[in-house]
């Protein structure tokens, strides 16, 4: 929300003046300097603040930033902090790894069972893990159903549309939301209905978004009359191993398997299976400035995959919410070339 | 006889071409951008339809490129400057190329098949290191203008090397040079090297290298340093500043789609 509102860039400048250095993630340094400020986009939403968390739970199976960001409001608030250290470049999901994230995931219950006052009620888990699984099954055929031609749901989209996957996965409104989604989706696959009219290519975003210029990049794709399709990012939150009779282990699953934390080969694998699902043209990769685990242009994916897939990729440098770090005229610039090029091929 | 126009309005200069229907350069026409894209590109076709004597109505269809592509109000299309640099530098040369194009604030790189087909690009990144802007700001150190650099740079006797990726700090880094009594000339031949340095880092230089733009049409000594670095010759075409402009004019006869945007 602090990048999507351009909030983060005025906010920024005060955590990176306590400390916190402008090229460590920006969802960090925009959050925190937020706090300092004491401002926040949900005052838009009638509430006086950043409400104080009794307890602070983090995974590293996206990066090390998420506890160094969590770690700060322990200390803000004396409250604990407390986590999962997921091992990262995974291939294969061997067994002995998911069981060490599983354990670590039970660690977690006495702490938590502590600050709640009550005792962990399996029963209620596994009934949040069904209602998690139903969510995430559907906003999985919301994000399929862009692979009709022509596709009736955009990546920028999706990067809204994906709130109720992330905040409210395991209650019954999300489900409720994606079904009525999906529903239309399915209408406009059936109408023949794009996101994008007259859609003449299909690609792929590749990284994190630029939460401040969505409306800019979607607008431009629109009027080149190219659709990006699908994207790693709002994939992010499918999690198909979440399983209702055996919760622990089906975390551990769904989290060690999510495409960041993966290998660079296993990251390959996973785009060359959405290029074929998806029909893609062409791949835009976004190396973002503040997010290095998640650009996967550092390591000569995109030649690799280039020459494996047969089709051209395109690299934007720019930043998840510094929009300092983002040139919009080279964007611009380079996202029109990069489509002249394929009107050549 | 119908005339195609092309204008590419970059971040220092607006270049117009006419040409011919078979591609032929009728007239062309140079000046700075300034803050005002529409009226620079009006004065650039005025003088240039005079140069010829030319009518506007001869004219039949203009495509626009450069930063300023969106706000020539007559332009029939908008192409960015890779496909347009590119064009122009391959019809000169017709064979696989890797175009080098440096201007005012990026440079490029553009890899053509054998049949002008572009095989990728690469822009610099956000930074201003290995463009005509990274020159200005030297010659500004040294209190030069920018069309002096390449005769002093000729000069040269002794290899200085400056290091930083970075524009404000090899200007920094030029200021302990010059304390430490390096000469001018090997200063320049050394930000020549630098600008060079940046480009080999962008990308494969396949097949025959061409190079164009502003810089490369008024610094021959960092054209040949540039072949020097790469092994092997580096061609320039005629007018080298006016190669994006003679590509969109080229693109308007071919009269292939262009966007709006």
């Known amino acids: 929300m602090l990048g999507a509102s351009r909030m983060a860039t005025d906010v920024i400048p005060l955590a990176n003046a306590r400390g916190f250095s402008p090229d460590i ?74 069981e060490d994230v599983a354990r670590q995931t039970e660690a977690l219950v006495p702490t938590l069972e502590k600050v709640a006052g009550q005792k962990l009620d399996m029963d209620r888990l596994k009934e949040i893990t069904r209602l998690s699984r139903r969510c995430t099954e559907l ?59 007259g859609e003449r290519f299909r690609v792929y975003w590749e ?45 551990a699953r769904a989290y060690c398997r999510i495409f960041i934390c993966r290998s660079e080969d296993a990251k390959e694998r996973y785009i060359e299976q959405m290029a074929a699902k998806y029909k893609l043209d062409g791949i835009i990769y976004h190396d973002c400035k503040t997010c290095p685990n998640n650009s996967n242009n550092r390591y000569q994916m995109p030649e690799r995959l280039d020459a494996k897939l047969g089709i051209p990729h395109l690299v934007i ?29 | 006889m119908p005339y195609f126009c092309g204008i590419d309005i970059g971040a220092s200069s607006a270049k117009l071409v006419i040409v011919d229907e078979t591609g032929r350069i009728a007239a062309k026409a140079l000046r700075r951008s300034g803050v005002d894209y529409a009226a620079v590109a009006e004065k650039n076709l005025v003088e240039a339809l005079a140069s010829a004597n030319l009518r506007r109505e001869d004219i039949v269809r203009t495509v626009s490129t450069g930063y300023g592509r969106d706000n020539v109000p007559w332009s029939n299309g908008r192409l960015t400057e890779i496909t347009c640099h590119a064009h122009g530098a391959w019809w000169h040369f017709r064979r696989p190329i890797t175009v080098i194009d440096i201007g005012a604030q990026d440079s490029k790189l553009i890899s053509l098949d054998a049949a002008g087909r572009r095989v990728g690009f690469k822009m610099n990144r956000k930074c201003a290191a290995g463009t005509g802007a990274f020159l200005e700001e030297i010659a500004l150190r040294l209190d030069l203008s920018v069309s002096e650099l390449n005769g002093l740079a000729e000069h040269s006797t002794k290899e200085v090397t400056l290091g930083s990726f970075c524009t404000v700090f090899t200007a920094t880094e030029i200021l302990s040079k010059i304390r430490a009594g390096d000469k001018v000339e090997d200063i320049i031949k050394g930000a020549f090297h630098s600008v060079v340095k940046r480009i080999a880092e962008m990308g494969a230089m396949d097949g025959d290298l061409v190079m164009t733009g502003g810089v490369a049409a008024h610094n021959p000594c960092l054209v040949r340093l540039m072949g020097e670095s790469f092994g092997k010759p580096v061609h320039v075409p005629p007018d080298p500043q006016f190669t994006g402009a003679f590509g969109a004019a080229l693109l308007a006869k071919e009269n292939v789609h262009t966007h709006h945007v």
């Open chain 1, 139 to 197: 906003w999985k055929g919301v994000l399929e159903a862009a692979a009709a031609v022509p596709a009736p749901i955009t990546f920028f989209d999706g990067t809204i549309q994906m709130g109720p996957a992330v905040v409210l996965r395991g209650t019954q409104s999300a489900i409720e939301y994606y079904e009525a989604l999906l529903a239309e989706l399915k209408q406009r696959v059936a109408a023949g209905v794009g996101a994008v009219p």
């Open chain 1, 25 to 98: 993630c920006s969802y960090l340094t925009s959050d925190i300097g937020a706090y300092l400020k004491n401002d926040t986009p949900l005052k838009k939403m009638g509430m006086s603040g950043i409400p104080k968390a009794d307890v602070l739970v983090f995974n590293t199976n996206q990066c090390r930033d998420v506890k160094d960001w969590f770690q700060f409001y322990a200390r803000e608030w004396n409250v604990p902090c407390i986590g999962i250290h997921t091992p990262r470049s995974l291939g294969d999901l061997d067994e002995p790894i998911i």
């Open chain 1, 207 to 251: 990284g994190m978004p630029v939460w401040g210029k969505l409306r800019d990049l979607s607008t431009q794709f629109l009027n080149l009359k190219t659709c990006v399709v699908a994207s790693t990012y709002c994939n992010s939150w499918i999690f198909d191993d979440l399983d209702p009779d055996d919760p622990f282990r089906g975390m």
């Open chain 1, 317 to 345: 440098h720019g930043d998840l919410n510094d929009l300092r770090l983002y040139s919009e005229e080279q964007a611009k610039t380079n996202i029109q070339a990069f489509v002249e090029g394929l009107e050549q091929r």
